[in-house]
């Protein structure tokens, strides 16, 4: 397997969950891509030990994340269909710049709502 590197705006840091009985631990965090057009939502997990890693990342931090991809194959019993699983497992990252909390859509809203409120006259109310 190999480590790659992916870079985005962190949008979600979720708190780590248990499961199962042998207490298997993730942590999963979101970073968003946005190219103007659409916005990329890239799930990543911490896995057990590492997941306090992820205690330093912050919602509008931009990152670098690098991460392995794993694949695994589940069949509930010999006569069902097989499926087939791909997850990427976040391995370390390093904060590019902190972020200003929010996304490139809440700006440009505040942005237009501004501009409205600095050309509004009281005297040009047409009632």
Not at 14 to 19: F, L, W
Not at 69 to 87: A, C, H, I, M, T
Not at 96 to 111: F, I, K
Request: glycine share 10%; charged share 25%.
């Amino acid at each position: 397997m190999s480590e790659v590197k992916v870079r985005g705006v962190v949008s979600v840091v979720e708190e780590t969950k248990t499961y199962g009985s042998n207490g298997f631990q993730k942590r999963l965090i979101v970073l968003e891509q946005n190219d103007g057009r659409f916005a990329n939502l890239i799930p990543l997990e911490f896995i057990k030990d590492n997941c306090s890693t992820a205690d330093g990342l912050n919602v509008g931090d931009d990152v670098e994340v690098s991460y392995k991809l794993s694949g695994r194959k589940w069949q509930r019993d010999p006569n069902s269909e097989v499926k087939y699983f791909l997850s990427a497992e976040a391995l370390s990252f390093k904060v590019l710049s902190g972020g200003g909390g929010g996304s490139a859509d809440q700006t440009e809203v505040a942005s237009a709502n501004d501009a409205f409120s600095q050309s509004y006259d009281e005297n040009d109310i047409p009632f």
